[in-house]
């Protein structure tokens, strides 16, 4: 049964509908607001996604930018490094270009000196044979000539018979003949350093003759003796000398100042006459003889060992030039026409295995002299000095003492390089002696003034001919006589005025 609805249940309806209304606005402004909200977040988030969006477009772009701008660094770097390589690789083209063409050239120098150190070489024996040649031809001559004469003498002897008186004269008319002999010799070796005579000497009497003592004086001598090769520093203390003297003792003859250059130059000699002496302690007494090509040494060696042997000792020759064409064979040929032993073996061989080797013969066969060859060579050339110390070195393996004599060989006419191979040779080997050749051939003799000045070192023979009487032991005395000589060069074993 319902309710009686009364005043107040209207009112109180009203008041509920109002309420609902107001639930009803508020339920609806919320959901308005909720929607604006919707609405506000929609947007934001529209806004962040463009924001993204062109944040991302931006970020795709310089990306984009930085990869092309790394692109470029990495294309520049890569052509520099490209060009830095390319440089690199020329220069060490042209580095490997210079040493193939250094190593070309060297290789064609190095072919060059062999040709040309053959060429001389063969040039060199040539003239060696035909010197031997010419050699043996004037000994036949000579052989010929002296017993056509003594058989001329016999005949003179049996045609005549001569009384007591007349052998007596015959023997006091021995003395004189024996003088004139030795006059005769003496004008031979004057005859044999003739051409040096005429810038040294004599030659220079006619400079001194009739002059005063004079600034000009000093100024020609000093051309002339180094004309002679003499040599500056040697020529220069002469000078000094003379020009002391001159001013000391007031000297107004220039003649005797000319007697004063003849003392100044034999002293310098007399400083080096040591004769070899070879020492009988040591068997085999070794003679190593070292020198340039074409300066005589072999044919020295022939008549070293020629003297040794006539003077009673037994003599053995080592042909320790190896090298050069026909030396071995031009040795043995000494060796043969004197009968004396020679060691050797082929050409080319190791010279320090031949002289090794003739010393364990000459030793075994109890020979008193052992004169050992080698091969010619350039006093510049290292190498082939280097050579000639290793064969010293192997020589003292077998004999601590040897070689007892170690003889360069030089040729007069040479000139001022004598002085160059005398330094070189000495450096290498410790030279002990020096033999000088073809004085006759030079005019230009002075030198052995330079090198017995400079090196003070023993000068042993020289040579004045090609006859083997012709290698002389040196004497200063008989030297610097035979060059002052005023001999008449025209007469042959004339008086000496």
Do not use: C
Request: aromatic share 4%; no cysteine.
């Amino acid at each position: 049964m319902s309710k009686k609805k009364g005043m107040f249940s209207w009112f109180s309806r009203k008041s509920v509908e109002k309420t609902e209304q107001q639930d009803k606005d508020t339920l609806q402004e919320s959901l308005t607001n909720e929607s604006d909200v919707d609405k506000s977040n929609q947007q934001a988030e529209l806004a962040a996604a463009e924001v993204a969006r062109q944040a991302e477009i931006l970020a795709k772009e310089e990306a984009k930018l930085a990869a092309a701008e790394v692109a470029r660094q990495a294309e520049i770097l890569a052509k520099e490094e490209a060009k830095l390589a390319a440089a690199e690789a020329a220069r060490q083209a042209e580095i490997l270009a210079q040493k193939e063409a250094e190593l070309a050239a060297a290789e064609a120098a190095r072919q060059a000196e062999i040709l040309a150190q053959k060429e001389a070489e063969l040039a060199a024996a040539e003239a060696a044979r035909q010197a031997e040649v010419l050699a043996q031809k004037e000994t036949e001559l000579a052989a010929a000539e002296a017993a056509k004469q003594a058989e001329i003498l016999a005949q003179e002897q049996d045609a005549s018979t001569r009384n007591e008186s007349e052998l007596v004269d015959e023997e006091n008319a021995k003395q004189p003949k024996q003088k004139e002999k030795k006059l005769g010799f003496f004008a031979r070796f004057a005859l044999g350093l003739k051409k040096t005579r005429l810038n040294i000497g004599s030659g220079l009497l006619s400079l001194f003759k009739g002059k005063k003592i004079d600034d000009d004086l000093f100024e020609e001598l000093e051309e002339q003796l180094i004309v002679a090769d003499i040599g500056v520093e040697t020529t220069l203390r002469i000078i000094e000398n003379l020009t002391d003297h001159a001013n000391r003792k007031q000297l107004k003859d220039a003649e005797v100042l000319y007697e004063l250059l003849k003392k100044d130059l034999s002293d310098i000699l007399q400083k080096v006459e040591k004769p070899l002496v070879i020492d009988e302690d040591k068997k085999p007494y070794v003679i190593l003889m070292v020198g340039v090509n074409g300066v005589g040494k072999t044919t020295t060696i022939g008549k070293l060992a020629k003297k040794y042997q006539s003077e009673g000792k037994s003599v053995m020759l080592a042909a320790g030039d190896t090298f050069r064409a026909a030396a071995v064979e031009q040795l043995q040929v000494w060796g043969e026409r004197n009968d004396i032993p020679v060691i050797a073996q082929q050409t080319g061989a190791d010279s320090a295995s031949v002289l090794f080797d003739a010393m364990d013969a000459a030793h075994a066969r109890g020979a008193d002299v052992l004169i050992a060859d080698t091969a010619g060579r350039l006093q510049n050339k290292d190498h082939l000095m280097d050579e000639l110390a290793k064969v010293v070195r192997i020589m003292r393996k077998k004999d601590a003492t040897a070689p007892h004599e170690i003889m360069l060989t030089i040729d007069a006419g040479t000139g001022q390089n004598a002085i160059s191979q005398v330094k070189l040779f000495h450096e290498a080997v410790g030279l002990t002696g020096v033999t000088f050749t073809k004085l006759d051939g030079t005019a230009k003799g002075g030198i052995i003034f330079s090198i017995a000045d400079q090196f003070k070192l023993p000068i042993r023979y020289i040579g004045v001919g090609e006859g083997i009487d012709d290698l002389r032991e040196f004497n200063a005395k008989e030297f610097i006589d035979a060059l002052f000589s005023k001999e008449d060069d025209s007469e042959q074993g004339g008086k000496i005025q």
